[in-house]
Structures are given as C-alpha cells and as structure tokens.
C-alpha cells in the first residue's frame, strides 16, 4: 500500500524558509512523477512543482526561482525547498503521486496523480 507522509510545515515571517518533506512507501515503481500542490482556503488546489524519476522537473510560473524541488531516491524522500517566502504561499501542502513515466502537459494537475498525503501547513505571515 502506498502511503506519502508529508512534514516541515509551519509559520514563517515573509522573505522566510521552509523545507517540506515527503517520505513515499510501498512505492515498487521504477518510474514514476511525484508533485507539491497547495491549497488555500476557499481556492482550488494548484500545482507547485513535480519531478520525475530521471530527475526532471518543472514548476509553476508562481514559484520559479523561489521554490526548488529535489529527491533523495535512497531515503524515499522528495523535498520543496521555499525560499522568499509570500503571503500568497500560505496554504495547506500535499505531497502527490503517480507511478509511470512523467508527461510534463499533466505534471501539475491534480487530478493527473493517483496516490496523496495529508498535507502540512505553511502559514506565511508580514
């Protein structure tokens, strides 16, 4: 059973860092697309970042150059480093997934992924 854990959620003053986490098991794909989404409240949950299995990725145009997307495959791990920190950032975070090969036009859609943490909360306040 598949299961993605997501942590390293808080609050944090604008202009800030945060590192989120999210450890995958049960996942015995050996390709695969895992993706960060948020969610603020009252709006639909967006697409921040996805990287493949060859270590591809791609971000949402919101995040470019702020946030930075990795994987560390021995530690199961993938991670969203987020750097300058908005208030617009605030949001619940969901660590998402999808085995197969990547398809970069459905890599930040939602609905593209099969498998979904519980999300942590980053609050992002002046």
């Known amino acids: 059973q598949v299961q993605l854990v997501e942590s390293g959620g808080g609050a944090v003053q604008t202009g800030g860092s945060l590192r989120l986490s999210c450890v995958a098991s049960?996942?015995?794909?050996?390709?695969?697309?895992m993706g960060w989404f948020r969610q603020a409240p009252g709006k639909e949950r967006e697409g921040v970042a996805s990287?493949?299995?060859?270590?591809?990725?791609r971000y949402a145009d919101s995040v470019k150059g702020r946030f930075t997307i990795s994987q560390d495959n021995a530690k199961s791990t993938m991670y969203l480093q987020m750097n300058s920190l908005k208030a617009e950032d605030t949001a619940m975070y969901y660590c998402?997934?999808?085995?197969?090969?990547?398809?970069?036009?459905?890599?930040?859609?939602?609905?593209?992924?099969?498998?979904w943490g519980q999300g942590t909360q980053v609050t992002v306040s002046s």
């Open positions: 990287i493949d299995s060859d270590g591809s990725t």
């Open positions: 049960g996942y015995t794909a050996s390709t695969y697309v």
């Open positions: 998402a997934a999808r085995a197969g090969k990547g398809a970069y036009s459905y890599s930040l859609r939602n609905w593209w992924y099969s498998d």
